[in-house]
């Protein structure tokens, strides 16, 4: 069964408020029309084709090197407009599949469903429709049987046709040949001056061609998205949507609705997801791992049995059995290889530790390359910039650096030295090597006492008056 996907997208959006084109908000991590594009693909659409208008270069950018194909509807003039520009691209195709890019709710078992449905009973064209509790706003299918003889809009509509809670979704199959045939016909004698595609039911059934109705059972997947509230309304739709999915392949998520998790992330079964956490665009984490939040965590892979208590994490890889946290801020270039401890308040950026490494707690590694077995303590701190680029600092296995030493850039430690604690290295240390590098401590008896006589007054006590 062949078809070719044809998705609206040239809107200008006016309700959303926003400079960005309304099909390019997220929901979920994923602009709406990449939700759209997707489904039509799933759903078996050998072509795909978007319709752009404002904003037409930027969203070509964001689809860039995806096999979408483009038309540019340069003035808006209605749907049956937008269609109307395609006309040349979809020469020699049979079935039309009409989407809009500002639905990104639809799914691709529906969509492929609907194809099937309109291929079945050879029609002109297929409506997909809902019934729904307020109605108000939509145009009202006017059916006898299963054949759509009219979509009356909510303007034009009887008291009678108002009360009808079928609704059009605007989602369309059509007969390539008849549906352009059927737009030669359309006027846009109207208030907004404008082609539209509902016209185009009336005018097939002035013709006799069989115009159906293919009626879905979730109503929410034909909800649009028009304005920042039915931005975050599709949000919260879909958010349920991935979520169940998960906890039905095995993941627990103690406090779902807490939780915001995007369409490209994936979870192994037996974690354990705590209430407050944040999981964006491609983050992959493994079996057996517990998210303890509030964490966010983003493109990013995880592996298994790990442990991530209260982080932020970015662009990072974490092996498997590593535990992290809490307030941990791991950033992009990371790799703690398996077995590694990072502790709290400990920030590491495009940096490498090897196994069963600890960084336990208030320290900076930046631009490293840690052993195994290490040992950093607290307040470490590598220092990486000179002020024009940075640097890289290698730890070799097993060695030992003590608590708020600086190590400072190109610097290798050797193989099982020691660094003493409080020390500025600058220089290499060599394998076995104890590394003492700070100021030798002197004590001056009697210093205060005589400070406080060369300043006068009588503060022996150390009191402020």
């Known amino acids: 069964m062949d078809f070719t996907a044809v998705i609206l997208a040239a809107g200008e959006g006016t309700r959303m408020k926003s400079g960005i084109p309304k099909v390019l908000h997220k929901v979920c991590g994923v602009p709406m029309l990449g939700h759209v594009i997707s489904q039509a693909r799933e759903a078996g659409a050998k072509r795909i084709i978007v319709v752009v208008g404002r904003g037409a270069e930027e969203v070509k950018r964001a689809f860039e090197g995806q096999s979408v194909e483009f038309v540019l509807q340069a003035e808006q003039k209605g749907t049956g407009h937008a269609l109307q520009q395609t006309k040349d691209a979809v020469k020699g195709e049979d079935t039309l599949l009409v989407l809009y890019g500002d639905m990104p709710l639809v799914t691709s078992e529906t969509l492929r469903s609907m194809v099937e449905f309109h291929s079945r009973n050879l029609a002109a064209a297929t409506v997909m429709t809902a019934r729904v509790k307020d109605p108000a706003g939509y145009g009202r299918i006017i059916r006898e049987g299963n054949r759509v003889l009219a979509i009356k809009e909510e303007k034009d509509a009887?008291?009678?046709?108002?009360?009808?809670?079928?609704?059009?979704?605007?989602?369309?199959?059509?007969?390539?040949?008849?549906?352009?045939?059927?737009?030669?016909?359309?006027?846009?004698?109207?208030?907004?001056?404008?082609?539209?595609?509902?016209?185009?039911?009336?005018?097939?059934?002035?013709?006799?061609?069989?115009?159906?109705?293919?009626?879905?059972?979730?109503?929410?997947?034909?909800?649009?998205?028009?304005?920042?509230?039915?931005?975050?309304?599709?949000?919260?739709?879909m958010q349920k949507r991935i979520i169940h999915r998960l906890m039905a392949r095995g993941v627990t998520f103690l406090n779902p609705d807490s939780c915001l998790v995007d369409a490209g992330v994936e979870i192994g079964r037996d974690t354990i997801i705590y209430p407050g956490v944040i999981l964006e665009g491609n983050t992959r984490i493994g079996e057996c791992?517990?998210?303890?939040?509030?964490?966010?965590?983003?493109?990013?892979?995880?592996?298994?049995?790990?442990?991530?208590?209260?982080?932020?994490?970015?662009?990072?890889?974490?092996?498997?059995?590593?535990?992290?946290?809490?307030?941990?801020?791991?950033?992009?270039?990371?790799?703690?290889?398996?077995g590694v401890k990072v502790g709290d308040f400990v920030e590491i950026k495009n940096s490498k530790v090897g196994e069963n490494s600890k960084v336990p707690h208030l320290s900076y590694v930046g631009d490293a390359d840690i052993g195994n077995n290490v040992n950093i303590g607290a307040g470490v701190i590598f220092v990486n910039y000179d002020g024009f680029k940075k640097h890289r600092t290698v730890v070799e296995d097993e060695a030992f650096i003590g608590c708020n030493s600086n190590l400072i850039a190109p610097v290798r430690i050797g193989h099982g030295s020691y660094i003493a604690a409080g020390s500025t290295v600058t220089r290499d240390v060599e394998e076995?090597?104890?590394?003492?590098?700070?100021?030798?401590?002197?004590?001056?008896?009697?210093?205060?006492?005589?400070?406080?006589?060369?300043e006068g007054g009588d503060k022996s006590d150390g009191k402020q008056a």
């Open 289 to 338: 791992c517990t998210i303890v939040g509030y964490s966010r965590i983003i493109d990013s892979s995880i592996g298994n049995n790990v442990e991530i208590t209260m982080c932020h994490i970015r662009e990072s890889v974490i092996e498997d059995g590593v535990k992290i946290g809490p307030f941990a801020n791991l950033r992009p270039g990371t790799h703690l290889m398996p």
């Open 432 to 454: 076995g090597a104890l590394a003492i590098a700070r100021s030798r401590q002197e004590n001056k008896p009697g210093w205060v006492r005589k400070r406080k006589e060369r």
């Open 158 to 237: 009887s008291p009678e046709e108002k009360a009808i809670d079928e609704i059009n979704s605007g989602i369309y199959c059509f007969s390539r040949e008849k549906v352009f045939d059927a737009l030669r016909q359309v006027n846009n004698n109207n208030v907004q001056g404008e082609y539209y595609l509902t016209d185009v039911v009336e005018i097939l059934n002035r013709q006799r061609e069989k115009v159906l109705a293919y009626e879905v059972q979730d109503p929410s997947e034909v909800q649009g998205v028009n304005d920042r509230n039915q931005l975050a309304q599709a949000q919260a739709v």
